[in-house]
Structures are given as structure tokens and as C-alpha cells.
């Protein structure tokens, strides 16, 4: 998950749930305001009563919001947003605001859309509480409004088909928070403890779509602190050479419109299949290059994390003998294992026409798929589940995990993840 939106009716701990998020999580997540709420206290605005005013100040900040989702995605982390405009639009509705409800025609796919909506349930008589405890007569809202809201909402949400996960927010505490902590994939680690005993370098090697750029999503949500220690991964730095390999595709659409040959590749069913199998010595190569310079540029405390995909009766053993012994000497390889089958149904699964050139979402045309992945020469050369193999005359310690069936409940993850690495440092 990238972006994740809580709804709930007032005072049920939107606000507090988010600052204690913010607070623990600084490396992890963003917490963006209620976009209302904060044009409103910015404008000093009745959100009950100037309700002409307020939508106009509403239209204004969306294209800052946007904004704001966009760099806190960008930036790795997590992005948490206090409410949405459904919530307002709903309100708007309930308290029969024609205005908004035309407004919100035409900016109701101004901002991205959520990967889920977090919404703290409680009973209206629990928020109509809780609103007179925090005195703030400016934001109270009355039960029959609330009523008629929540049926809006609903509405709203079966409309869109969104992804709602409903939490029961009136309980402990402690039980509310662990739960929401397990809901986005958060676990806790003190800030003080020192990142060391990582994999200085992690090759992650798999099948296309095997669930290697999953794992380095995973990765990236977690903790430096959590990382190192749960895992043994420090400061994280990645190359890849699918970016490497689409430039490829992309400079032969060039020489193909300047009327000269494609060198390495030609177009397959939207996407491109490699016809010059000499380019894969030559991503190694390049890989070579990238961690040259990383590793300049690192210190106790990193790890460098080299991932590509092979096949072929030699297709690792011959990418593996490229490797600069730079790289070897302090390399450990984590093998990502699924079928040919789970690997051809995921890459048909994961493919998105309009971000095939990213990382997540790419895939391999079928035809390729079957050309050069079908067979995978991987367990040839590391028949045990866990152990060395020698490259080039060099001992580079390796696990195979297996990665069938395909999870997305972070603690699952965690606990997959966690016995993969620790079988692999403690063969380090």
C-alpha cells in the first residue's frame, strides 16, 4: 500500500490515531490533514453555515493536495490522509448543499484514488459524546446530520467499489491501535537501535513476477531500525536491470522510426521481446557499472540490493560468472522460488498498459515468457535449500524461498521474509 485514506465520523480518533502514527512511524509514513478542515480553520470558515465560501476554498486547495499525495508516494513512505472529499460530498448531501454537490462533479478524480480506506466505526451516540467532551462548537455535528451522512457514504462507496476496511474504534486502546498497525503493515522499533550486521550485498534473483519487487516494496515500508535487525537490511539502495533492458526496447523504437534496424529487441503484443540474447551478458555488465559506484559512495550501515531475473538451461550460472568479484566477495543471494505456471499467471496479473516501463507493474510478453523463462537452470547449480555455491572461484552463500502461495497480509510477509534471511545470514 501506498496511499491510505481514514474516514470515520467526528471524534472518533481520526486526528489522534494519525498523530500517533506520525509520532512512532516519522521513517514510514505522511499524515496529510482533513483537507476540509484545514481550509477551513486556514479561511476561518463556518463549515456549517458558509457552505458557498467553503466549497470555493475546497476547489482552490485541491490541486495543492494532489500535490502534497503525490510527493508523500514518491517519497517511499506511506501516505495517511485524515477524511476525503466522499465524506465531505456526503455531508454535503445530508445537509442538502446543491452547491458542492455540483462542485464535486468536477473535481471528484482530481486527487488519486486510494489503495484502501480505513474507516473507524463507532455508534453515532459515541461521536455526539465525544464531540461535547472536546468543546469545539464550531465542528459539532448532530446525530440526525450524522445519520443521514453515513447512508450517503455508504452510498458513495459502493458506487466507486472502494476497498473499505472497517476497524472498531470504540474499545481499548491499545487492542484499536495494534490493529490498525497491523491493518497497514507498521511495526515498532526504537529509534536508538543501531543498524548493523546487514548484508553489505543482496543479490535477488527469481522468475519475472516471482515477487522480488513485492519484497523490495516491503522492504522499503519497513523501518531502517526494524529492517536491520529483523531482516539484515541496512540503508537500502536497489539496481535493477529491467531499466536498464526498457531503454534498450525504447532506443530500438527509435533506430525502427529512423528507418534503420532494431538491434536488440521488436515489439511483441504491446511490449517488446529481446531477439539479440547477447544483451544479457551486457545488463550484467552494466549492473557492474551501477554497484561500482554505489559502493563508492557506502558505508557500515548499507546494503546494496542487485535484482534481476534469468532463464534458460544457463542463464544464472552465465549471469553469476559476469559479476565483478567487487560484487561476489560480499554477496549473498536470496532466489525467489515459484513455478513457471505462478510465475506466467502473476506476470498476466501485474500488467499495466500504461506503466509497463515500471518496476511493479511491468510484464514479459508471452512469448518470451516461453522462449526464455520457461526453463530456470537455478536449482542445477543450488540444489539445497540453502548453502554455497562457488562463482569464479568464490564462495557466495545463497536461500531459495519458496514464495508459492502468493501473500499480501504483512505479517505473513514478515514471517516469510524473517526465516529466508535468517537462514541466509546465519550461512553468511
Known amino acids: 500500500m501506498r496511499y491510505v485514506v481514514v474516514e470515520g465520523l467526528p471524534a472518533v480518533g481520526k486526528s489522534e490515531t494519525l498523530a500517533l502514527l506520525a509520532r512512532f512511524y516519522p521513517e514510514r509514513v505522511v499524515v496529510l490533514p482533513e483537507l476540509v478542515k484545514d481550509v477551513a480553520l486556514r479561511e476561518g470558515i463556518d463549515i456549517l453555515t458558509e457552505r458557498t465560501r467553503l466549497t470555493a476554498a475546497i476547489i482552490a486547495a485541491v490541486p495543492r493536495r494532489r500535490r502534497e499525495i503525490e510527493e508523500a508516494i514518491g517519497s517511499g513512505k506511506l501516505c495517511l490522509e485524515e477524511s476525503h472529499l466522499g465524506v465531505h460530498l456526503a455531508y454535503a448531501q445530508a445537509l442538502g448543499d446543491a452547491g458542492f454537490v455540483e462542485a464535486y462533479g468536477r473535481i471528484k478524480d482530481s ?33 440526525e446530520i450524522l445519520e443521514r ?11 466507486r467499489r472502494t ?28 529509534m536508538e537501535a543501531q543498524v548493523h550486521d546487514v548484508f553489505p550485498i543482496l543479490l535477488l534473483l527469481g522468475r519475472p513476477a516471482s515477487g522480488k519487487s513485492e519484497f523490495i516494496d516491503f522492504m ?49 503484443n504491446g511490449n517488446y521481446t529481446v531477439t539479440d540474447p547477447g544483451i544479457w551478458a551486457f545488463l550484467i555488465e552494466k549492473l557492474n557499472l551501477a554497484a561500482k559506484e554505489a559502493l563508492s559512495g557506502m558505508s557500515s550501515g548499507d546494503t546494496l540490493l542487485i535484482e534481476f531475473s534469468r532463464g534458460g538451461d544457463n542463464g544464472y550460472r552465465e549471469a553469476l560468472s559476469h559479476l565483478s568479484p567487487e560484487i561476489l566477495k560480499q554477496a549473498a543471494i536470496l532466489y525467489v522460488d515459484v513455478s513457471f505456471e505462478e510465475s506466467r499467471r502473476r506476470n498476466t496479473a501485474r500488467y499495466d498498459k500504461a506503466r509497463r516501463d515500471s518496476i511493479l507493474a511491468h510484464s514479459v510478453p508471452w512469448e518470451e515468457m516461453e522462449g526464455t523463462y520457461k526453463t530456470d537452470d537455478w536449482k542445477a547449480i543450488a540444489p539445497a535449500p540453502y548453502g554455497k555455491i562457488t562463482v569464479n572461484g568464490i564462495d557466495v552463500p545463497y536461500v531459495t524461498m519458496p514464495n508459492e502461495p502468493e501473500l499480501t497480509d504483512p505479517s505473513l510477509l514478515d514471517t516469510r521474509y524473517g526465516a529466508a534471511l535468517t537462514t541466509l545470514w546465519k550461512g553468511s
Request: proline content about 8%.
Open 220 to 268: 522499503e515500508k519497513t523501518s531502517v531500525p526494524e529492517r536491520a535487525a529483523r531482516y539484515h537490511i541496512g540503508n537500502l539502495r536497489v539496481i535493477d536491470d529491467f531499466p536498464i533492458l526498457w531503454e534498450k526496447f525504447l532506443e530500438d523504437d527509435i533506430w525502427a522510426r529512423l528507418g534503420r534496424g532494431r538491434l536488440y529487441s521488436r515489439p511483441a
Open 149 to 159: 451522512m453515513l447512508a450517503h457514504l455508504n452510498e458513495w462507496h459502493l458506487s
Open 111 to 143: 486527487l488519486p484514488r486510494p489503495d484502501l480506506y480505513l474507516r473507524l466505526t463507532a455508534p453515532i451516540s459515541v461521536s455526539v459524546a465525544r464531540q461535547k467532551g472536546r468543546n469545539t462548537p464550531r465542528f459539532f455535528v448532530g446525530g
Open 163 to 190: 476497498k473499505v476496511v472497517p476497524i472498531d474504534a470504540d474499545r481499548d486502546p491499545a487492542e484499536f491501535l495494534e490493529e490498525v498497525e497491523r491493518i497497514l503493515g507498521l511495526r515498532y522499533a526504537p
